[in-house]
């Protein structure tokens, strides 16, 4: 390879380089434990001192329940967007089943339209909330073929529409609602059992988020960059020059 070709190819794979390095995007995961979650019963009634996110129906008690999980979202800033989000949702860890009858069951995450203070401050014979609970946009949802075990952790990828939510909500606060489509009312159909900590900041719900900006080269990186090829040509002429 001679001087001129060489030098070519450098200054091709050095530009190479030098493009790429300025317009890659640039990703971060972000976690967000939750800072409320709790369940409401088929009456209306949730305790806001518990933090106990039963889902589905309980025979023993001939109760069903339905979920909520209350997340801060981190600010956005300039160009950022949160391109992904997982929501992990533990399934307990004690010798009790903490989740019964779900094989061929949907548990679906939803968008909520009650107001997050009223959601959170609980009460009795609050049959709006619950049915909410179950009502809004679907943003993820899983159908088990088998009933998950103790100790596992249940992983829903948000859709577009949760993702959007979630976007709209940076800076401040989002709530899901959890439902399980139960088919009977007369055997145990439910998930997440025995699941409160009394700390709902524990980790065990957690929000997994990818934000994503796209770093644009600067005017004076184009500038360089249409420079570039005359640079290359100038030394070029004078590498044809010295060697004849």
């Not at 989740?99 to 548990?107: E, L, S």
């Not at 009223?118 to 679907?138: E, P, V």
């Not at 939510?165 to 009312?185: E, L, P």
Request: aromatic fraction near 10%; hydrophobic fraction near 40%.
């Amino acid at each position: 390879m001679n001087k001129l070709m060489e030098f070519g190819v450098r200054g091709a794979i050095a530009l190479g380089i030098f493009g790429l390095s300025v317009s890659a995007a640039n990703a971060q995961l972000l976690f967000s434990n939750s800072v409320d979650r709790g369940s409401y019963t088929d009456a209306g009634d949730h305790i806001n001192t518990g933090d106990s996110y039963l889902t589905g129906y309980d025979s023993f008690d001939n109760v069903q329940y339905r979920s909520f999980f209350v997340f801060d979202i981190p600010t956005l800033t300039g160009t950022d967007t949160y391109t992904s989000a997982v929501l992990n949702i533990y399934n307990g860890g004690t010798s009790i089943p903490n989740a019964a009858d779900m094989a061929g069951r949907t548990f679906t995450i939803s968008s909520i339209a009650t107001d997050l203070t009223t959601l959170r401050a609980g009460g009795t014979g609050l049959t709006s909330i619950y049915n909410d609970l179950g009502a809004g946009t679907n943003y993820g949802s899983i159908t088990f073929l088998s009933t998950p075990g103790n100790a596992s952790t249940i992983k829903f990828n948000i859709n577009a529409a949760g993702l959007s939510a979630i976007n709209s909500a940076a800076g401040s606060q989002i709530a899901f609602g959890g439902s399980f489509d139960v088919n009977n009312t007369t055997t145990d159909q439910y998930i997440f059992g025995f699941s409160g900590s009394g700390t709902p900041g524990d980790g065990k719900t957690r929000l997994d988020l990818v934000v994503n900006n796209f770093v644009a080269p600067e005017p004076s990186t184009f500038a360089l960059l249409s420079m570039a090829p005359i640079g290359i040509g100038i030394v070029a002429r004078r590498l044809r020059r010295r060697d004849n």
